[in-house]
Structures are given as structure tokens and as C-alpha cells.
């Protein structure tokens, strides 16, 4: 489980085997993870195989490859990382937990007084647990949906967001990992098994 506050911007030192299937992705990071710790990586969660006090490795499965940005990372790229949180930690931003629902893509980046405004086209599947001033997860980072469209929405990002996070280089086309609150997804669970069994009260 995290919370998509970015605890650091982390270097892909190299990608190897995405041809084989799996990839093996070595990331340049100071933070203090072990073997067997789960680090969040723009927004997919993946398990520490190996390290040191310079780089972190990981092992991304086709699945992981098919479903986010991760394939496409090449050496030299800055991720989005946050170790998993732990008990006793404060929660400040919303339940992530790093599994990504789908690809958005950046639709329109504009000044917003000293941040930036942003449009991102979601797939339905993501969007349809979207709502206005609720929250999402954008390659990793928490934010509070400002905008809602039949084909996105929008966030707000203020400057320390653009500061300590990947997303102040997002420009027109840039594809994001995208995780829709997992609240959302109980809730229409839960109403329509309700509904399913005639029970209104």
C-alpha cells in the first residue's frame, strides 16, 4: 500500500530482457529498501530483487509490461519512486496501491498561476471512477481530480508537485500510468451486489 507522495525521483540505470518477456530494470536511488521490499515505480508496485547503496533492481512480468509504461522505459529516464507505507506512517495523500488500471495519455499542458493545469485522456475503465475533486493516482503521485470530460480530466499541479515529481516534464502526448481510487471500486462493487439482491436498505 502507498500513499502517492513521491519520496524521490529515481534514474533507470539500464533495462534488460523486455524482449524475453520479463524485464529486469536497475534504478538509480538513494532510498533504504531490502530485498523483498515493495517500492513503487511511477505508480506500479514491484518487489526488490537485488541492490546496493547506488541502484535497486526489479523484475517487471509481462503483465506488468502490457499494462503500464514500464516496457517502454530506456536507460537514463527519471521514475517516480515511494517505498510501500508502513504502519504508524501517516497517510497525506490517498490509498494507492500500485496497480495500475490503465495508460492515460497527456492530453494538454497549460500556466496555471505558478503551477500547471493538465488534461489527461483516461480509458473507461479508469474514468468511470472518477469524479470531481476526488482523487487519482498519476505515474505514482496523488492528485485531486480538478476537471472532468467525456474523454479525461484535469489536475492542478502546484509547484512543489512539479518540483519533486517526474510530472513538470509531462508534455502534449506523454503517456502516465493511471490508478483510479480503489475506494471507488468497493463502492460499485458493494452497490451492485446490493442491487442484485433487491436490498435497498
Not at 24 to 45: F, H, N, T
Not at 73 to 85: D, I, M, S, T
Not at 127 to 148: F, N, P, W
Not at 165 to 187: F, I, M, Q, R
Request: aromatic content about 4%; glycine content about 12%; proline content about 3%.
Amino acid at each position: 500500500m502507498f500513499t502517492g507522495l513521491v519520496r524521490e525521483v529515481g534514474r533507470v540505470a539500464s533495462v534488460s530482457g523486455v524482449s524475453d518477456g520479463t524485464a529486469r530494470l536497475q534504478i538509480e536511488s538513494q532510498l533504504s529498501a531490502a530485498i523483498g521490499d515493495s517500492v513503487s515505480i511511477d505508480g506500479c508496485c514491484l518487489t526488490v530483487v537485488d541492490g546496493d547503496r547506488r541502484t535497486l533492481a526489479f523484475d517487471a512480468v509481462p503483465e506488468t509490461l502490457a499494462r503500464t509504461t514500464l516496457g517502454r522505459l530506456e536507460a537514463g529516464a527519471r521514475v517516480n519512486l515511494e517505498p510501500a507505507l508502513r504502519a504508524g506512517e501517516a497517510l497525506g495523500g490517498h490509498y494507492v496501491q500500485g496497480h495500475v488500471d490503465g495508460v492515460g495519455r497527456v492530453r494538454t499542458v497549460e500556466p496555471d498561476g505558478n503551477g500547471m493545469r493538465v488534461w489527461f485522456d483516461a480509458p473507461e475503465d479508469v474514468l468511470r471512477y472518477c469524479v470531481e475533486k476526488g482523487s487519482v493516482s498519476v505515474d505514482g503521485v496523488s492528485l485531486t481530480i480538478a476537471g472532468l470530460d467525456d474523454e479525461g480530466f484535469a489536475a492542478a499541479l502546484v509547484p512543489h508537485t512539479l518540483a519533486v515529481t517526474t510530472l513538470g516534464s509531462l508534455e502534449p502526448g506523454s503517456e502516465v500510468n493511471l490508478e483510479a481510487d480503489v475506494l471507488a471500486k468497493y463502492v460499485e462493487r458493494l452497490t451492485g451486489l446490493r442491487s442484485e439482491h433487491g436490498d435497498d436498505g
